[in-house]
């Protein structure tokens, strides 16, 4: 594909590649001539920039935007403008949204409704199994799972909604040919075949610590809400959550042990207004709100053979659960199930309403 000095998407790839031209140079030449086209086309007209930018006005790196356009040439690959139909309008409500966006895999999925899952790149066993849990539960409904493909609770979000065949969404920090963290290759494969890898950064972008809380403010702004599941006080997921509270989205957190101390952030988050979350449910509520609408705008949660799991290792949990409080160690001993098996059980009853935790660590079954 050769690079036409006059196609729209190679102009808006061009003057992005301009050394000096960030977002907010690049939003201000959009504001000022109306197209990427128009600022090329017209560089004796530009003025308050450096010479150095001035000089890449007048010379454009042709040949690397003719590569950039070959990579993407490929059925899965795309680029949106800021002026393209197809660029999801939830993130365009945002203050400073991005003017391209490189996507691997299915572009509608942008203008799905979304759910943001983020936390702590170490989290606990607990907080990768509620990330997990939670993104399956809430995708086997319908809602794309959107995250940063980060170690930690954003890849077990990324991997709860693909096991219940749902959709996900990765927004990374590096260009869309790059993979970062290298573990989660395969994971990246899996999202752009079953949802999609979004990038604002240019191919060949390689993974710098500013690029990360410019990609956060993506994952919040395509979401009409973010779940914080485990938080330090100091950690990317609070900027991620405060980005959202800035956008008017909604913000949720899951409380924890006052022990914990990724649970800190969660509790900051709440006392500064984020809704506490202990079900799914908690979340699937507010998001209807938010979508303005009066019923949930989610399919019925919950796959079809959820039923048939349960006629198996969830009907051994059942017949020791009751509504005498139990400990999980007790339910453990007595079913002769594995204690992972038993927590992840748990949790996703507890998602759904049918079992209650109580302080020690007890559980009783609710009789919905």
């Not at 509620?130 to 991997?159: E, M, P, V």
């Not at 779940?227 to 509270?245: D, N, P, Q, Y």
């Not at 399919?299 to 959820?306: A, I, K, L, T």
Request: charged share 20%.
């Amino acid at each position: 594909m050769t690079a036409d000095k006059h196609s729209s998407v190679a102009c808006w790839i061009a003057l992005q590649r301009i050394p000096g031209v960030g977002p907010a140079t690049f939003a201000k030449l959009l504001e000022q001539f109306g197209s990427p086209q128009q600022v090329l086309q017209n560089p004796s007209q530009v003025t308050g920039l450096s010479q150095s930018v001035m000089d890449g006005l007048y010379q454009p790196d042709w040949q690397q935007v003719e590569q950039d356009l070959n990579w993407l040439d490929a059925a899965d690959r795309d680029v949106i403008t800021l002026h393209d139909a197809r660029y999801p309008g939830l993130l365009k409500q945002i203050p400073d949204p991005p003017s391209i966006l490189y996507v691997q895999g299915d572009v509608t999925l942008l203008s799905q409704w979304q759910l943001a899952i983020v936390g702590s790149r170490n989290p606990s066993a607990s907080g990768r199994n509620t990330a997990f849990d939670f993104a399956r539960y809430l995708a086997s409904g319908g809602l794309t799972i959107t995250s940063g493909l980060a170690t930690g609770i954003d890849g077990a979000a990324h991997k709860g909604a693909l096991a219940a065949g749902g959709k996900t969404i990765a927004v990374v920090g590096t260009g869309l040919d790059r993979v970062y963290p290298a573990q989660h290759r395969q994971l990246a494969h899996d999202i752009a075949a079953n949802g999609a890898l979004v990038s604002e950064f240019p191919l060949g972008t390689s993974p710098r610590p500013e690029s990360f809380p410019r990609r956060n403010r993506i994952i919040s702004g395509l979401s009409l809400g973010t779940l914080i599941v485990e938080a330090a006080l100091k950690s990317g997921s609070l900027i991620t959550a405060r980005m959202a509270m800035e956008q008017s989205r909604e913000v949720f957190a899951i409380p924890g042990s006052i022990h914990n101390p990724l649970s800190r952030g969660c509790h900051q988050l709440i006392r500064e207004g984020a809704k506490l979350v202990e079900t799914a449910d908690d979340i699937i509520e507010e998001l209807g709100a938010l979508a303005g609408v009066e019923a949930s705008p989610f399919s019925e949660v919950g796959p079809e053979n959820e039923q048939a799991e349960r006629d198996g290792d969830y009907q051994i949990l059942f017949e020791h659960l009751g509504f005498d409080p139990i400990s999980v160690d007790s339910l453990i001993e007595n079913s002769g199930l594995t204690a992972d098996a038993v927590s992840s059980m748990l949790l996703l009853l507890e998602l759904q309403g049918e079992v209650e935790s109580l302080p020690g660590g007890r559980y009783v079954r609710t009789g919905s």
